[in-house]
Nanobody, 116 residues
Framework: QVQLVESGGGLVQPGGSLRLSCAASGFTFKYYPMSWYRQAPGKERELVARITGRGVATNYADSVKDRFTISRDNAKNTVYLQMNSLKPEDTAVYYC?????????WGQGTQVTVSS
């Protein structure tokens, strides 16, 4: 059974940093790309960052480029999102995501709130 469990969210001041983690289980983690999405109140869910199975290639939403970094540790079956220079508009629930062809899987989400 595929499980994605996020952690690391919280309340941070503008300009601060957070590191999100997503622990994966139930599949051969190293073979699959992993993504982080986010959904702010009243807005659609959007892709934040994606990383290939071996971690060689990444891509980011324009709004987070140069501030966020996605990485993975295939030995720990974990994907990370390092978020720096956080802004109030980064406030959202952040979700871990993976897809195996048609089936797709989401974590339960972790709340990130950027506020002074």
């Amino acid at each position: 059974q595929v499980q994605l469990v996020e952690s690391g969210g919280g309340l941070v001041q503008p300009g601060g940093s957070l590191r999100l983690s997503c622990a994966a289980s139930g599949f051969t983690f190293k073979y699959y790309p992993m993504s982080w999405y986010r959904q702010a109140p009243g807005k659609e869910r959007e892709l934040v960052a994606r990383i290939t199975g071996r971690g060689v290639a990444t891509n980011y939403a324009d709004s987070v480029k140069d501030r966020f970094t996605i990485s993975r540790d295939n030995a720990k079956n974990t994907v990370y999102l390092q978020m720096n220079s956080l802004k109030p508009e980064d406030t959202a629930v952040y979700y871990c995501y993976c897809r195996f062809g048609a089936p797709e899987y989401w974590g339960q989400g972790t709340q990130v709130t950027v506020s002074s």
